[in-house]
């Protein structure tokens, strides 16, 4: 339950480990100022192994998560659907929205609208909607949950790989500074040791940490100031907060560069 005057940062992502990838510095030092952080993978990881079934393989990645979780003073959420079985649809709405209005966050950092598989981009749309239906008293959740009303700001992280799925290059409203927690990014990451052995094999991505790194330094390199950054997208405010708001550079301050208005 969100305690009276309590700030609620939420990253809601598609598969475990996509947060350690994208957005876990962001969460760490958010977690600094005192914000209370959640963690959501909304797939379960089962289909990434090559070596055990997929009821195995979920149960391998969930604890991988709530392990990366823990290092990083997260609450972790149980998944909701399996891999390559998230749509953009009113079930899969009404249980991602009851999920949004029990844990009720301030912030969400979540996956772009635009990336290289749907899954991806079918968590952004799912976030995006249910936060949008967060106080609407006529949209039944799944559990029913009561509406919520108070202001939300949404944080597109950049997509995978830094590229968009024809790979143009999007460029960012926000950069963050990552520099500082860039070893308890790399903690959390190392916590996915099923998934590194599944990149390993299905597309030979042999440096799994150097590979989270080196994203890192180009994003810092994007920034045109920080060594290594993590950069996102502010949704606009419509329907979601007052125009303007934007309590990620409120909270992180000088560790964070706007490259344009947003909200």
Request: glycine share 10%; charged share 25%.
């Amino acid at each position: 339950m969100k305690a009276a005057g309590e700030t609620v940062a939420l990253a809601v992502v598609d598969h475990p480990d996509d947060v350690e990838f994208m957005m876990a510095g962001t969460l760490l030092l958010l977690r600094e100022t005192g914000v209370r952080i959640h963690v959501w993978n909304l797939a379960n990881g089962c289909l990434g192994s090559v070596r055990e079934g997929p009821a195995e393989t979920a149960a391998r990645r969930w604890n991988e998560a709530r392990e990366a979780a823990a290092l990083a003073g997260a609450e972790a959420h149980p998944p909701l659907f399996d891999d390559m079985a998230i749509f953009f649809d009113r079930p899969s709405l009404a249980r991602v929205a009851a999920g949004i209005r029990e844990i009720r966050p301030d912030i969400i950092l979540t996956q772009p609208l635009s990336d290289y598989m749907e899954d991806h981009q079918n968590t952004g749309r799912l976030v995006v909607s249910a936060a949008f239906a967060r106080a609407m008293p006529n949209m039944v959740t799944d559990p029913d949950r009561p509406p919520c009303g108070e202001p939300v700001a949404i944080y597109h992280a950049l997509p995978a790989g830094l590229r968009g799925p024809t790979g143009e290059r999007p460029f960012p409203s926000h950069f963050v500074d990552i520099g500082g927690v860039a070893a308890g990014k790399r903690a959390m990451l190392a916590c996915h040791r099923s998934q590194k052995e599944w990149l390993d094999v299905s597309q030979g991505m042999d440096a799994y940490l150097r590979t989270m790194e080196e994203l890192g330094r180009e994003a810092g390199r994007m920034s045109g100031r920080f060594e290594m950054a993590e950069g996102f997208t502010q949704h606009w405010h419509l329907g979601f907060s007052e125009p303007g708001w934007d309590p990620l550079s409120g909270l992180l301050g000088h560790r964070v560069i706007r490259t344009r208005p947003t909200g």
